[in-house]
């Protein structure tokens, strides 16, 4: 059920996907073709499906359509699931959960296609991580503030030392992931994206996909960071910890 409840979460992400770069309300308005302006009746969203009988292509125009919309609804759905599985059924602890993965999904595309992680995205995760750091137990208020100043201080600190290396968009995504993981699962996320986007960046290069000097966005690796910490951070951190006390 919640597999299915993602992929129409994942229509809406969408919509959050293309519309919040460009200041556009994401709530008008209708759905539309990008390309001829058609406006797309219910049988043109139905998640995935209406793009594999549709074959990829608008119903009205016949041009493509982008494949980041199925991708992203089924990453969703898949998100969703995960999330039941790895949090259990604690209605709030999954409510926080959702949220949180949806929006690391609405962050890691619009940093990928505009090189930009919107305020109102950052402005609804600070919102909705306070709420939750409140309402819940873990991982506490003060656990959560010491997670932002740590996680969004020292992308700060990294940006100022690589005079722009780093974006605006990415200090302020870690400060909301460190508000709502708190600490030490903030800096988990830290030490993932660094690994996966060192890497990332390393095999692009060597590839040609990457030109040298050609900036390569942080976002989708604090979100793939964030997803590992919060389905799997507490028993990667006993492993390594287990090791030093042997």
Avoid: Q
């Amino acid at each position: 059920m919640l597999f299915l409840a993602g992929l129409a979460a994942g229509s809406f992400l969408n919509v959050c996907i293309h519309r919040l770069p460009r200041r556009e309300s994401v709530v008008r308005p209708a759905s539309r073709c990008l390309d001829c302006g058609a406006r797309l009746n219910a049988v043109d969203l139905v998640p995935v499906l209406s793009w594999l009988v549709l074959r990829g292509r608008c119903r009205y125009c016949g041009l493509p359509i982008n494949p980041r919309y199925p991708l992203v609804e089924l990453l969703t759905g898949s998100a969703f699931a995960g999330a039941y599985l790895a949090i259990g059924p604690d209605p709030f602890a999954l409510a926080k959960a959702l949220f949180f993965v949806a929006l690391l999904i609405v962050a890691a595309f619009t940093d990928l296609e505009h090189m930009l992680i919107p305020n109102r995205l950052i402005l609804a995760g600070l919102a909705g991580g306070a709420v939750f750091a409140v309402v819940l137990p873990e991982p506490g208020v003060v656990s959560a503030l010491a997670g932002t100043a740590a996680c969004g201080g020292l992308l700060l600190l990294l940006a100022v030392v690589s005079r722009g290396g780093m974006g605006g968009g990415d200090v302020k995504l870690a400060a909301v992931v460190g508000l709502f993981l708190g600490l030490p699962l903030g800096l988990l996320v830290l030490f993932v994206a660094s690994l996966l986007g060192s890497a990332a960046g390393i095999g692009m290069r060597l590839g040609g996909v990457l030109k040298r000097g050609e900036p390569l966005p942080f976002g989708p690796f604090i979100a793939a960071g964030a997803v590992v910490a919060l389905f799997w951070g507490d028993a990667v951190l006993d492993w390594y910890l287990a090791g030093f006390f042997r």
